[in-house]
């Protein structure tokens, strides 16, 4: 399975955007880069994913490197609200019992008001 | 529109007992996923479920297992509960259109297990 990595953690303030990093080094030709987030007490929740473009959408943008080894989620202007433990996941598009949703340790992300 | 719930919402068991959680997906979703995550920790994969049938299951002991159902709600039952099945189990439901990569995952809130 290709696998991420992610820092532990980071910090940010309120209103200023956020950079969070994924290295994911061995990621196939159809490996797909999904980003949820899982704030304090809840289930996780989807935020963006993407193949080789990059993606924006009304939460985050996804930054892609040219040659996909690694990625950031941008969150532009971070809120109080935002501060939660973000997964970033690979999933193969090509299907199969072995393509479930693995999720690693994250990076905690605290928003410091 | 509902989403995906599960119950109970909190469980104490003691060693040894046996424990059943509950998982109704989003209406429509077929695929239901379920995993562990101990107190700090991040989510560990369980058992992944796609139209009745299991299609793959995480590196856990066989006596973590379940079923879904022809309405696509899925139950986990772990035996011989042990101290550190103490976590929060959570579920996820799906729809697969199109591509399995583009599949996103909604969760539920979670059962919280204590075991004593």
Redesign the interface.
């Known amino acids: 399975d290709a696998k991420t990595t992610q820092p532990n953690s980071m910090e940010s303030n309120e209103e200023e955007p956020v950079h969070l990093p994924c290295n994911h080094s061995t990621i196939s030709g159809?490996?797909?880069i999904h980003w949820?987030r899982q704030l304090p007490s809840?289930?996780?929740?989807?935020v963006i994913?993407g193949?080789t473009s990059n993606v924006n959408n009304r939460m985050a943008s996804l930054a892609i490197a040219e040659d996909r080894k690694s990625s950031t989620l941008i969150l532009h202007r971070a809120t109080l609200r935002d501060a939660a433990?973000y997964?970033c996941i690979l999933?193969?598009?090509s299907?199969g019992?072995?393509?479930?949703?693995?999720?690693?340790?994250?990076t905690r992300l605290t928003v410091k008001p | 529109e509902a989403g995906v719930t599960q119950s109970p919402t909190h469980l104490i068991k003691t060693r040894g007992q046996q424990v059943t959680l509950r998982c109704s997906p989003i209406s429509g979703h077929t695929s239901v996923y379920w995993y562990q995550q101990a107190l700090g920790l991040g989510l560990q994969f369980l058992l992944w479920y796609d139209e009745g049938e299991e299609r793959n299951r995480g590196n856990f002991p066989p006596r973590f297992s379940g079923r879904q159902f022809p309405n696509y709600s899925s139950e986990l039952n772990v035996n011989a509960l042990e101290l550190e099945d103490s976590a929060l189990y959570l579920c996820a439901s799906s729809l697969v259109e199109g591509r399995p990569s583009n599949e996103k995952l909604f969760f539920g809130s979670g059962t919280q297990l204590s075991v004593l």
């Not at chain 1, 809840?42 to 989807?46: A, S």
């Not at chain 1, 019992?97 to 994250?106: I, L, P, T, V």
């Open positions: 159809t490996d797909y949820y809840q289930g996780p929740e989807y994913h193949l433990v997964y999933r193969d598009a299907g019992n072995n393509n479930d949703m693995r999720f690693g340790a994250g």
